[in-house]
Structure formats: C-alpha cells, structure tokens
C-alpha cells in the first residue's frame, strides 16, 4: 500500500537560514510520481515539482532544491535562504503508476519563517 | 495546463440543509474528478473518485448517501453535502485527473462551515 510520512509537523526557521523539509514514501510500484504541495493560507494548493521514479536527479529551481533518492524512499525538500513568504504547510505526495492517477498525501509540515 | 475553478469558494449554512459545491474542468474534458477534504491542520483526504456518466467511487468510511457526486458533463462534477451538520465543516477541494498519468490540477478549494 501506498503511504507518505512527513516526520516534521511544524518548523519555525528565521528568515535567510535553510530549512529541509524531509518525505519518506512506501509503495510497491516500480513506476511512480513524487509530488511537493505548497499551501498557504488561502488553502489553495500550489504545485512545486513532479518527479517520476526513474528519474533521481536532483533539481534546483532558485531558492528550492529537491534531493530524491531512490535507496531511503526519500524526496526531500529543501529551502535556501528562506523569506517570510515562504511560510506555509508543505505536503509531499505519492501518486501510482497504474493509470488509475490516486494521489496519497502525506500529512503536510508546518513551516513558519521569522522575520 | 488545465484549469479547474471550483464555486463557491466559501460557504455557511445552517445544520439539515444541504449544500451543492462545483467544480469544473476549463479547459480540459475531465472523465475523472477527485472529491477531498481537509479538515483544519490535517492533510487532504480522498473522498470519492467522480466518474462522467457512471457512479462515483467512495472511499471507505465516506457516506454516499450524505456526499452525493453528479458527474453529468465532462467539465462539470458536483459535490451535494445533504443534511449538514457542524462535523461536515471543512475545506473541500477537487482535481481532474488529466491528460497523462502524472498531472494533477486542483481547484481552489471551497470553504464550508456548517452552524
């Protein structure tokens, strides 16, 4: 069965330190989607990044970066420079690989930047 | 990508009556649409998968009777909450499922309090 474990319920960084944001998965298809989610207050879901199972290489999209690796189960988000902006709930996600496209959420990580 | 609007984006009733939300596909002809719902500080929870034209799938522990989905077009699935009660109070948000297996669309979500 497919399931998503964000470890960290809430962190609080000061604005311009790094904060990593860690996602562990479980599933037994060789052929699966990592997502991130950012939520901020409205609740509307923002989407960060997709990455499919057969791709491990790292991303880097300005102050985010994405560390897959397939060995831990891990998909973890990182972070730099953080800004007060950047406050807000992540969740991380798993979706299937067998065309039926379910999503399995983790269970979000609280993130609050300090000015 | 597609778009995927939901109405109304905020709502309060009072408890035993009902409550209709939209969601519709924009731009794309979604076969497929997933109900969820977020309790305060909790993850999203799958509902119910919505299918054009046949009956919507629930998840275990879901009430069809009470969350009644109509997916009669293919922009179009609605989410009745019947009989609410201050319990059914919750952010509620859909997706279509795309095109290809790794797209996910959300809509904004819609807002419901039940008093």
């Known amino acids: 069965a497919q399931k998503v474990t964000q470890a960290q319920t809430e962190i609080s960084v000061v604005e311009k330190e790094d904060v990593t944001l860690d996602c562990v998965y479980e599933t037994r298809d060789t052929t699966y989607y990592l997502f991130w989610y950012k939520q901020p207050p409205s609740g509307e879901l923002v989407f960060l990044i997709r990455?499919?199972?057969?791709?491990?290489q790292n991303e880097i999209s300005g102050r985010y970066s994405w560390n897959f690796q397939k060995s831990t189960s891990s998909f973890n988000f990182t972070i730099t420079a953080s800004q007060v902006v950047d406050s807000a709930v992540y969740f991380c996600?798993?979706?299937?690989?067998?065309?039926?496209?379910?999503?399995?959420f983790g269970t979000g990580t609280r993130l609050t930047v300090i000015p | 990508g597609a778009v995927v609007s939901q109405h109304p984006s905020w709502v309060i009733c009072k408890s035993g009556t009902s409550v209709k939300i939209e969601c519709r596909s924009l731009d794309f002809q979604a076969t497929t649409m997933f109900w969820y719902r977020q309790f305060p500080k909790q993850s999203l929870m799958l509902m119910a998968t919505?299918?054009?034209?046949?009956?919507?799938?629930?998840e275990q522990g879901v009430e069809k009777d009470k969350f009644l989905i109509n997916h009669a077009s293919l922009t179009l699935s609605t989410l009745t909450v019947t009989s609410a009660h201050p319990e059914d109070s919750s952010f509620y948000i859909c997706?279509?499922?795309?095109?290809?297996?790794?797209?996910?669309?959300f809509g904004p979500g819609t807002r419901l309090t039940v008093t």
């Open positions: 996600a798993l979706s299937d690989g067998d065309g039926a496209n379910n999503l399995f």
């Open positions: 990455r499919n199972s057969f791709d491990e």
């Open positions: 997706r279509d499922k795309g095109e290809l297996e790794y797209e996910q669309y």
């Open positions: 919505s299918n054009e034209g046949s009956k919507a799938t629930y």
